[in-house]
């Protein structure tokens, strides 16, 4: 189940709210709301759970059990002067939900497409507040829970949520039944269903290394006024669920509550508010890969809120997230919020303010460069230099035209001499690569020789680079022009060139430096004689030429 569009009026936060996700491609199994605390998402969540308490109740639930939360027929509602509050969802394949919420109950609509209609079971969530310090039970708790209606959620989303001694619970007569009731389950088949599945999420979170790894060890119930004895290992001591940090607790209280309740929640929405809560920033990216990559079936969308850097990292690497963003909005007024474009740099302001940016930075020269080439420049170690990496020549562009503070560094793809002198005459801050990307210096011939891989014969090599480059030329000279369209640096007034002949001629060149500066060495060169010597992008960025050839660049005022 994946929702494409959420309007929620006269409700918490907003007035009239629209979410609209129908611009993507497909549906996205992350959606990650950003903005600073008080922005309103977790309002979104209470909007979620008030669909999941009308669907319970066979949609005519009454507000008669929630009276003694200020005057809870209204906690839903933004102005309380208004009859009714709305929450409407769209879902992918046409499915639709709407409800309305009175002053005494809620209503619900539900549009039948191919006899489907949104099951009680379609909404999943958890707030920030589940947090358990430390076990409490001496023994199994005599409330009766039905764990595939999640009857033992809390009564609205601010309350306390309590569930995680219940899933201990749960788990360990999950147990006994395969123990009692399927004899053919054997210890090994216990532990892999039961046990293995929290430490392999454990070493993708937390790493093997001897210092920061954690193993979840053994699990004993609660008896005899004992509470349950839950023993990890970390390092080579072992370790009781009480004296696990803060991050620990949080990171094994999620993925066992999904071990618990998962099953019963393979066509839902899941909604978690505020994952990252005690992580720091590699563990705020790694859970959340986590959850979102192995825990949630193929068929549910997680919408999770955070301003973390980790959360935000994650969502905007991935294809298959959508970054949200409600920071400074006036939600008095309509709002209508789309995807956030991927590799915006404004997005990391909710994490770390622009003011301390700076600060931290002061002194550094700034460089946007394409993909993830900032990885390997990086590496270079270029002195008072950070190299930060969006998603395409475009996006640098337009980053730099308007961050007057930060420098460029684009590959040179399709662009003349005349025009790139024109661009840094107009844009001084913007660096072009005198070569056609950054693969061909990673595999230029002179950078190949610094190594010197054994057999390697540099004549060869060049001779095996023009046969391809001519092999290709009938592939490569209908792309220019289709190309050149698509460059954003050309929309400026008099930088594009008319007549390309010279590139063309260029391109067709038998001398060595003049064809190169064009030809794709990324996708139009076939690397298998360089792939015999086994070298890394890595170690190709280690070279003096590199290195040389990319300050030079930076350094070298024109």
Not at 31 to 52: C, P, W
Not at 54 to 68: Q, V
Not at 102 to 117: A, F, K, S
Not at 121 to 148: A, C, E, H, W
Request: proline share 3%; net charge neutral.
């Amino acid at each position: 189940m994946f929702i494409t569009t959420l309007q929620l009026t006269n409700f918490k936060r907003f007035t009239d709210l629209t979410v609209d996700l129908t611009s993507l491609a497909k549906p996205p199994k992350l959606v990650l709301l950003i903005g600073t605390n008080g922005s309103g998402k977790s309002s979104v969540f209470d909007a979620f759970e008030v669909i999941k308490k009308a669907l319970e109740s066979g949609g005519n639930p009454s507000f008669e059990d929630y009276k003694n939360l200020d005057e809870s027929s209204f906690y839903y509602k933004k102005d309380r002067n208004r009859k009714r509050f709305f929450v409407d969802v769209l879902f992918i394949g046409g499915k639709s939900f709407s409800l309305k919420g009175g002053h005494d109950r809620l209503e619900i609509n539900q549009e039948r497409t191919n006899q489907q209609i949104i099951k009680i079971n379609s909404f999943y969530g958890r707030s920030s507040l589940r947090q358990l310090p430390r076990l409490t039970r001496t023994g199994f708790s005599q409330k009766s829970v039905d764990f595939q209606k999640d009857t033992d959620r809390p009564k609205f989303y601010i309350d306390r949520d309590e569930r995680f001694e219940n899933d201990i619970e749960h788990i360990v007569k999950l147990i006994l039944e395969d123990v009692f009731k399927n004899n053919a389950k054997t210890s090994r088949e216990i532990i892999d269903r039961y046990i293995a599945p929290i430490n392999q999420a454990f070493e993708r979170v937390f790493g093997t290394s001897l210092q920061t790894s954690l193993r979840f060890y053994s699990l004993t119930p609660p008896t005899e006024g004992n509470t349950a004895e839950i023993l990890f290992q970390k390092g080579e001591a072992t370790v009781h669920y009480n004296l696990l940090s803060s991050g620990e607790k949080e990171i094994f209280n999620i993925l066992f509550n999904l071990l618990s309740r998962g099953k019963d929640y393979q066509d839902t929405i899941y909604f978690l508010d505020e994952l990252d809560l005690h992580l720091n920033t590699k563990l705020q990216y790694n859970l959340l890969k986590e959850i979102t990559e192995y825990w949630l079936p193929a068929n549910c969308q997680l919408w999770t809120a955070s301003h973390s850097l980790g959360f935000i990292d994650y969502a905007n690497e991935t294809a298959h997230s959508t970054i949200v963003d409600f920071d400074d909005l006036n939600f008095d007024l309509p709002q209508i919020l789309y995807p956030q474009p991927k590799n915006k740099l404004e997005i990391y302001e909710v994490a770390i303010p622009k003011e301390t940016l700076i600060k931290l930075f002061k002194g550094k020269k700034i460089v946007i460069c394409e993909n993830q080439n900032d990885e390997y420049y990086n590496l270079l170690g270029l002195e008072d230099t950070i190299f930060v990496g969006v998603k395409n020549s475009r996006e640098l562009f337009l980053t730099i035209k308007r961050e007057h503070n930060y420098h460029g560094l684009r590959d040179r793809d399709y662009l003349t001499d005349n025009e790139i002198n024109k661009l840094r005459q107009r844009f001084p801050q913007l660096s072009i690569l005198p070569y056609y990307c950054f693969e061909n210096y990673l595999y230029h011939p002179d950078n190949i020789a610094e190594i010197s891989p054994e057999g390697f014969n540099k004549q060869a090599y060049l001779e095996n680079i023009y046969q391809q480059k001519q092999d290709k030329l009938h592939y490569i000279l209908p792309d220019i022009k289709m190309s050149r369209q698509n460059y954003e640096e050309l929309k400026e007034e008099g930088i594009k060139d008319k007549d390309i002949d010279k590139l063309i001629s260029d391109l067709g060149s038998s001398e060595f430096e003049v064809f190169y500066k064009y030809f794709d060495m990324k996708t139009k060169f076939n690397r298998q004689l360089l792939d015999t010597f086994n070298l890394s992008q890595k170690t190709l960025t280690q070279t003096h030429w590199f290195r040389n050839q990319i300050a030079k660049l930076l350094f070298t005022k024109s």
